[in-house]
C-alpha cells in the first residue's frame, strides 16, 4: 500500500480526536509555516472562540447532541465539540465546547476517534519512554518529533503526524502525507528538505518529490521560535 493511502486512512482512524487549548502558556492558534511572515497565509491566526468564529465567515457543519457530543456528517460516529469550517475547506475543521472556547482541530473523522485518540505530552521530557523519535529542529517550527521513525522502515507505517517543541514545552503539531493536498493550509516541503525535519529520513521517502504538510501552533508568535 501506498504512502498516500496508508497517511490519509491513519489521518482519519487515529488523529481526529481534539487537542485541548485550555493550557496557560498557549496564548494563540495559528496555522501553516512561511519564511515570508507578509503572507496572508503564513501564520494565519484562527479563532479560539465559537463566537470568533461565526464573525469571521467559519460555517457550522455539525452541533452538539444531547449527550454533549457531535454525530459526524462523515460516519455518524461522535466526537466532542460543535464544529466550523471555512469557505468549504475541510484541512481544518474547528471544534468547540458547549461553552463556546475552543478544544481542537480534527483533520477527518474514523471508525472510533474517541478510543484511536492518542496522549501528547506536554513537556518534553515526556517523550523519553514512548516511540517518539527526535528529529531535527527548525525556525518558526521547534523540535520536531516522528513516531517510531527508521531509515529502513516501509512507508506503510509512516505515521502522518508530528509533535513540535520549543524550549522544552509542546508548541505546536502538525500533519505530514503524500498526499498532494492542494488547500491553502499546506506546506509542500521539496525532497532535498525533508532532512531539515527527519532524522533518519525513511528510505522509502526516496519516491516522493515533497510533501504536503501543515504545522498547527499554540502560540501569538512562532517567529520567536528558534533552534
Not at 127 to 153: P, R
Request: charged share 15%; glycine share 6%; aromatic share 12%.
Amino acid at each position: 500500500m501506498l504512502l498516500t493511502t496508508v497517511l490519509h486512512l491513519l489521518c482519519l482512524a487515529s488523529l481526529a480526536a481534539a487537542f485541548l487549548f485550555n493550557r496557560a502558556s498557549w496564548d494563540g492558534l495559528k496555522v501553516t509555516w512561511g519564511m515570508d511572515t507578509h503572507n496572508p497565509n503564513t501564520f494565519a491566526a484562527l479563532p479560539r472562540q465559537e463566537s470568533e468564529a461565526k464573525q469571521d465567515g467559519w460555517t457550522k457543519i455539525a452541533d452538539c447532541d444531547k449527550r454533549n457530543a457531535v454525530v459526524s456528517f462523515l460516519r455518524q460516529q461522535q466526537v466532542s465539540g460543535v464544529r466550523y469550517v471555512k469557505d468549504n475547506d475541510y484541512s481544518i475543521i474547528l471544534l468547540f465546547d458547549r461553552n463556546g472556547y475552543i478544544a481542537g482541530i480534527q483533520c477527518g473523522n474514523g471508525t472510533d476517534p474517541v478510543s484511536h485518540s492518542i496522549h501528547i505530552p506536554m513537556r518534553e521530557t515526556g517523550l523519553a519512554t514512548t516511540s517518539w523519535t527526535k528529529g531535527h529542529c527548525f525556525a518558526y517550527m521547534g523540535m520536531h518529533y516522528w513516531h517510531n521513525l527508521t531509515a529502513d522502515m516501509s512507508c506503510e507505517y509512516f505515521f502522518p503526524a508530528f509533535l513540535l517543541y520549543n524550549k522544552g514545552a509542546l508548541t505546536a503539531f502538525g500533519w505530514a502525507t503524500g498526499l498532494g493536498l492542494t488547500s491553502k493550509r499546506f506546506e509542500h516541503p521539496p525532497h532535498a528538505a525533508f532532512s531539515s525535519f527527519l532524522n533518519p529520513v525513511p528510505l522509502c521517502l526516496n519516491q516522493y518529490a515533497q510533501l504536503s504538510t501543515m504545522h498547527i501552533y499554540f502560540t501569538s508568535d512562532p517567529t520567536a521560535i528558534a533552534c
